[in-house]
């Protein structure tokens, strides 16, 4: 669980800046090109008609898709660790002195909380905590 709560929202800051830095940048003007040049992803997908194009996206039902969104566990779905394991990480990581997370450093980061983390979980009622999370999920 430590790994994921410390490598999940690095790698997930990374791939948003990718994605922002690849839909945002402006593809060079290349008359020979089939499709767009000269704008960013982002806007040729947004304006097809100012680059020869036309919108062919397909709607989707509308219905559907707040039926599946209803039926979705939201950020359950994406949960890397039980709910008291974050608390006592803040509290490992503080007193380590909170040292800077990076993708190069984040192996550091880990070994320094290993020891710490592990007290804190073995001075806690783990039970307790997984008996008040169920509880708040319902």
Known sequence: ALADWIWVPLVQHSINLFVESFNNHKVRRQPEKQGPSNAAYWYTHQFPEQFGGENVLVRGDMKLIE???????????????????????????????????????????????????????????????????????Q
């Open 67 to 137: 039926e599946i969104l209803e039926n979705h566990p939201g950020k359950e779905a994406v949960k890397f660790f039980p709910d008291w394991f974050d608390p006592l990480a803040r509290q490992a990581y503080d007193m380590v002195g909170r040292p800077e997370r990076t993708l190069q450093t984040a192996w550091q980061v880990f070994i320094q909380m290993l020891v710490p983390l592990n007290v804190l979980i073995d001075s806690t009622d783990v039970a307790l905590l997984d008996a008040l999370g169920a509880a708040r999920e």
